[in-house]
Every structure is written in structure tokens, then in C-alpha cells.
């Protein structure tokens, strides 16, 4: 009761679902796109295409259909999908008009009635087909992880910025209203010194042919540890095992040093039973636990041994990512997942796995 009180008291744990946000993170203010109105072609329209329709596309798809019933400056204007049975599922299921649907992504980047372009395609696609959108002027918001190579993330980062698009990676993590919550509180040293951080992102999943996990599961805790600091660590240490398969990491155990005291754990699995996304934060003061998936945020007092459940309101994150991208277009907005952040991510991935191959500690060498 006493705890709940306290809750209801401060205002400040009060979140509200962020569906236009206009607030800018002054610290991921990067090269700007030029907003749909002064790149000469006078639209009050945004037409956005969906590249891919598999699991993932399929979510992202109706959720630019809801954003555009509520803002009438945005269009879901094509999808693109190599198979008829998931182009037949966009028609059916998700009624978009059979105009709307194309076996051909060509025709999207060649299409004046395309400004930007959500990619949704298998992460080993995700470069060759941001370059071509990006070489057509569209702007892009690409699913993670970026690239496969650090090198090939920041070639689109540099294409991006020369021609004045809009790159945003599928960081969704960074749209959660619990971790929002959280990277507040540790702006404010809510915390006191922070001592390291854990993140337990497993599920029993049959292991994706051709990918490890480092790469696939991985960019999501990788990309919240930077979001709540606002830092990359300088060194990583990674052992991984693949037990289904010959090779190909399923499992991942990672350590993060961010300076002498501060250490962020990951731990990654295809094979543990159970979908656990959570996050648990340990701090001189308090701590706190986060389940990532229900936005679920409980924080541990040192001080007077209480624990209690932040009030905070789960928010709709493919929705907030999607309407985050179509307003830095129209309206030149800061980017919250701007491409340096996918890159950088890219290139800690890639530590990560040299340190599980070469069986050793890997200095990562980002600016942080
Ligand atoms: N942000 C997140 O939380 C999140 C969650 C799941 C997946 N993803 C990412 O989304 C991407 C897709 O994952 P998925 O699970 O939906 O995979 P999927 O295999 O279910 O879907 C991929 C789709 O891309 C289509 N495709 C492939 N090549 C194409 C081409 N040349 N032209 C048109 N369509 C083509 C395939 O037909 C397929 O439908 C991956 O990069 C993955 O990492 C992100």
C-alpha cells in the first residue's frame, strides 16, 4: 500500500503512449534529411512501401495502415514480397488493394510515387537493398541488424548523409515506454553509482538456417545497453556454442566493460525454454528489473528495503517506431535510431563474435 502511494505521488512516473513525438534527443542529433516540402517536390503526402511481408513485415504493414488512418499526411502506398502467398495474406487478411502489391522491388525504386521505404527483408539482404533505395532517394528505416559488416553500415550512413535521406534501423527497443522510463532514471541518478547492468534475451526457437544468434538476437540488447547509457564499451568478451548444428552460434554468453567498474551481461539462447526479454539494472542505491516484453518496471530499494512497480503504460512500439520515421521525414524531426547507432551496433556485434572465435577479450575502439 505504502509503495503503490508513492507511485501514485510522483507524477513523474506518469507515461503516456507516444504516437507523434515532436521531443528531440538533443545527444542523436545527426545529419538531417530534407523534409518532404523543400526537396522540390511540393508533397503533403508521404508514401511510404513495405519491402518484405514475411513475420515481421506483415506486423510492420498494419501499423503504417493505422498510422495513416490517423494522419492524413502519411500513405502506405506499395508492398513489395517475393511470394504470392504473403502478397495473397496483405490482400485478404490486411486488405490492402491489389495495386497496393508487387513481386518486384525494381519497380518500388524506380517508382515516383515511393518516398520511402520500410525494409523488412533477412538480415543478409539488408544492405544490397538499402543501397539501391537509398541510390533511388528514398528514405529508409531498416530492419536490424543493419548490415552483416560494420564497413558496409556505414557506407549506407555516408549515402544517407551525402544525398540528404532519412536512414533509421529497426531499433524498437529504443520505442519502449519501460525503457524510456528507465534511461530517464538513470539520467537523473535515480540509481546512484551504477555498478552493471543484465540482459537475458532467450527463447526456445529453432535456430534460423545461416544466422547465429549474435547477430540476430543480439543488436536488440546491444542497442538498449546504449540507449540507457548514451555509451559503447570498450572492451567485449563472448563464449558461444552452437549444439543443433555443426556451427553458428545459439547461444551467447557476453560481457561489456564500459570503464574499470561498469559491466553490462548479455545472454543469448535459442534453446532455453520460455521467452524471456528482460533487464535488470543494479545500482548503489536501487536497482531494477524490466520485463522488456510487457514493459514491466520494478524497482529494488537499498535505502529502505521496499520494492514496487513503476507506473508505467505500455505502448504500442512498432506503431511509436513507424510514426517516429514518417515524422523525422515530414517534419525533419531528430532521429531516435538514426543509421551511426545501427552501424555502431554493427560493429560491437562483430567484436563480439571475433571474441568468441579468437577465445579472447576484444578492445572495441568506438568513440563512446
Ligand atoms: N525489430 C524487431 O524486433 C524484429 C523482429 C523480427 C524480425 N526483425 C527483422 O525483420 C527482418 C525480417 O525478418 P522476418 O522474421 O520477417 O523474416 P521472414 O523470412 O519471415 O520475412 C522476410 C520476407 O522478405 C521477403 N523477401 C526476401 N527477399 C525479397 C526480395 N528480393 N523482394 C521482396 N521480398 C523479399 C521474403 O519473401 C519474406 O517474406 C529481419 O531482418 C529481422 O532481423 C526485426
Known sequence: MHTFKRVQEDQTYKETEVLFEQQAQPELQQEQAIPLDVRGKMKRILDIAVLGAGYWGRKVISEYLQLAAINPRVNLAKVCDLTDEN???????????????????????????????????????????????????????????????????????????????????????????????????????????????????TTLFPSPIDRDIIFDLGPHPVDIVNYLLDRWPIKVCCSGRAYRRKSLAEVAYISMEFDEKLLAHIELSWLQPGKVRELSVIGEKRSATVDCAHQVVRIFDNIDGNNFALDVVPNNTILSEVSHFANSILANNNHRNPGPVGANTVAVLESIKRSMRENKAINVGLKT
Open 87 to 201: 502478397l495473397e495474406y496483405c490482400s485478404k487478411v490486411l486488405r490492402l488493394d491489389k495495386e497496393k502489391l508487387d513481386l518486384d522491388y525494381d519497380t518500388l525504386l524506380s517508382s515516383n510515387d515511393v518516398d520511402a521505404l520500410h525494409i523488412c527483408t533477412p538480415n543478409e539482404t539488408h544492405y544490397k537493398f538499402c543501397l539501391a533505395a537509398l541510390n533511388a532517394g528514398k528514405h529508409v528505416l531498416l530492419e536490424k541488424p543493419m548490415a552483416l559488416s560494420a564497413r558496409e553500415a556505414w557506407e549506407l550512413v555516408a549515402i544517407a548523409k551525402r544525398k540528404h535521406l532519412c536512414l533509421q534501423v529497426g531499433h524498437i527497443y529504443r520505442f519502449n515506454n519501460a525503457l524510456k522510463k528507465v534511461r530517464n532514471l538513470l539520467a537523473e541518478n535515480y540509481f546512484g553509482n551504477l555498478y552493471y547492468m543484465k540482459l537475458q534475451w
